[in-house]
């Protein structure tokens, strides 16, 4: 087993208001934030956390949330500079910051580019105000415009637009149109994924009317995909679609079972500990009090998880299958210190369903099994 590219991943847990389909770690904003504070709890945490990394290159680093862009450009910095004098950051590292344009404001995005920032996650969802409404969004359309402008304006060409679909009420053509804005913007990168109900979000109790069926969700996907590959973009993942030379870096060493350092309240981690030949996961504390007074110490660690063998080939399909590259053989035996032959029963069933082929040791998704990439990846189960 070898060390993969190892990125960071940061987690800012506020936000204004908390989306009724979110099952993220997110809190919402009462009061003025500690933001000094913050940036402290999460330095003492990636002290803590050094010797697991110790000599390795972080190749990307992500702000996630909650949503990041409440917090200001120094306090980005503040972080910034603090992490780059610990660990080796590679030259042109990917530096992502996760912004809703409801908490964008002018001058912001220059500071951010100073900062370091070199790529905007916009969550948008939706450019048509009744469906915002619906998601409990804080911002509108033309707002959600502004702030891409006021960030490409700033000098940012690395920038991802999130957009949903089969949303509450919407159409075929509402979907349509949403991504036809999108274009219209010239991002660099789109994720457009479906609404799902997730467990404990105020939408999976109490569902909202007019969500489209299966039929239609499926149409809404096809048609999107068409619009965006017409207008330059090369899907690469499930929900990820990418003009030539922007695939978002830090997602693509998730999905290709990659390293990360997990930092922040609730955030996740996954660690390969090669002289132990093991795969440790490990995750923080939720909430953000607790975590402030707990950062820096074991007490921080809300939880670890050594991943043992059998359950090894799940978890790397679980993102790997996602691809539409799929993944080498060669790979799956280095990030996962097993033999391709731990694999060989379950590929051949997936073959022959037409899920998957092989070229030259590498595995790829069929059309069949990208629309079924769920029941692909529960063929390695352990004990399914």
Known sequence: MLHPPLSLYVHLPWCVR???????????????????????????????????VWGRTVQTVFFGGGTPSLFPADAIDAFLQQASARLRFAPNAEITLEANPGTAEHGRFTDYRRAGINRISFGVQSFDD????????????AEAEA???????????????????ALPEQTLAMAAFDVERAIALAPAHVSHYQLTLEPNTVFAAQPPAGIPDHDDAWEMQAHCQAQLA???????????????????????????????????????????????????????????????????????????????????P?????????????????????????????????????QDRGWIRTEGG??????????????????????R
Not at 317 to 338: K, P
Request: net charge negative; charged share 20%.
């Open 230 to 312: 017409a207008a330059g973009f090369d899907q690469y993942e499930v929900s990820a679609y990418a003009r030539a030379g922007y695939q978002c870096a830090h997602n693509l060493n998730y999905w290709r079972f990659g390293d990360y350092l997990g930092i922040g309240a609730g955030a996740h981690g996954k660690l390969t500990l090669a002289a132990q030949q093991q795969i440790l996961r490990r995750w923080k504390l939720k909430h953000p009090a607790a975590y402030l007074a707990a950062a820096g110490g074991t007490a921080a660690i809300g939880g670890d998880e050594d991943i043992q063998p059998d359950r090894r």
């Open 314 to 350: 799940f978890d790397y399909m679980l993102n790997a299958l996602r691809l539409n590259a799929g993944f080498a053989l060669s790979e799956f035996e280095a990030r996962t210190g097993l033999p391709r032959a731990a694999i060989a029963a379950e590929l051949q069933q997936a």
């Open 130 to 141: 009744g469906c915002l409404r619906r998601l409990g969004r804080i911002h509108d359309a």
């Open 362 to 383: 590498q595995v790829l998704p069929t059309e069949l099994g990208r629309r079924f990439t769920n029941d692909v990846i529960l063929l390695f189960l352990p004990d």
């Open 18 to 52: 908390k989306c009724p389909y979110c099952d993220f770690n997110s809190h919402e904003q009462r009061g003025a934030l500690p933001f000094s504070a913050y940036v402290d709890a999460l330095i003492a945490d990636l002290d803590h956390d050094l010797p697991l």
């Open 147 to 165: 702030a891409v402008k006021l960030a490409q304006d700033a000098g940012f060409d690395n920038l991802n637009l999130d957009l949903m679909y």
